[in-house]
């Protein structure tokens, strides 16, 4: 069954805490994305990769790094420098040639307590 | 960053009603997406676009690429209970970053039994 997991679907964290947050596929995708999602806005690109042991940064990387060692995964570390962490966070992959749509995880809500 | 007008913002319809959404921008796309989401999970892939002037359909739901490459509506027929969801629309800036999407804020359709 082709697709992208993401886990914990849900993650608690105190303040000042790294959380790290899984996002994996196996459709054979050699792009990868992290999106975040607040209440009532569109996606905003975190970070994003196109082939491994390479990414660059997205509109709003500040307190986020992310590492590319597998073709599959694609893990997201939210640090305690992100000051306002709580979210739904998005994975997606593509293509790189073609039409490069893209398809996304279930998502992982982050919730800083 | 750049983000799609999208609009309406929210959408209160009676069941068998048919729908209309649509985005626009002031750049020229040379691909429009449409997604859905559900509460709680990622968007789901409804209907991609890559040329000026397509109409493409999945059942119920129909999407053009505007002529002028600057919008693109998604309509919905004969709407049913579970069409409830917040729809996006994505596009790919001509001569932007591979791979990499502009999302808008999203249309959130509630359909009354």
């Known amino acids: 069954d082709g697709g992208i997991t993401q886990s914990p679907k849900y993650l608690f964290r105190k303040e000042g805490q790294n959380v790290t947050l899984s996002c994996e596929q196996n459709?054979?995708?050699?792009?990868m994305y992290w999106y975040r999602q607040d209440p009532g806005q569109g996606l905003r690109l975190i970070y994003y990769s196109q082939i491994v042991n390479d990414f660059q940064k997205g509109d709003i990387a500040e307190g986020y790094s992310v590492s590319r060692e597998k073709k599959e995964s694609f893990p997201l570390t939210v640090t305690s420098a992100q000051k306002n962490p709580t979210a739904f966070y998005l994975c997606?992959?593509?293509?790189?040639?073609?039409?490069?749509?893209?398809?996304f995880g279930p998502g992982t809500r982050l919730t800083v307590l | 960053g750049q983000q799609l007008n999208q609009s309406p913002q929210s959408m209160f319809i009676q069941e068998g009603e048919d729908v209309s959404m649509n985005c626009t921008s002031s750049?020229?796309?040379?691909?429009w997406l449409w997604y859905k989401q559900d509460p709680g999970e990622g968007p789901v892939l409804l209907i991609a676009?890559?040329?000026?002037?397509e109409l493409t359909s999945n059942g119920r739901l129909t999407a053009q690429f505007g002529i002028t490459r600057k919008d693109s509506f998604l309509n919905i027929s004969a709407s049913i209970p579970s069409d409830v969801g917040i729809y996006f629309c994505?596009?790919?800036?001509?001569?932007?970053?591979?791979?990499?999407?502009?999302f808008g804020k999203g249309t959130k359709l509630s359909v009354k039994p």
């Open positions: 750049s020229i796309f040379n691909t």
């Open positions: 676009l890559y040329k000026a002037g």
């Open positions: 459709l054979n995708h050699d792009a």
């Open positions: 994505a596009g790919r800036i001509y001569g932007g970053s591979q791979g990499n999407l502009i």
């Open positions: 997606a992959s593509s293509t790189t040639s073609g039409h490069n749509e893209q398809f």
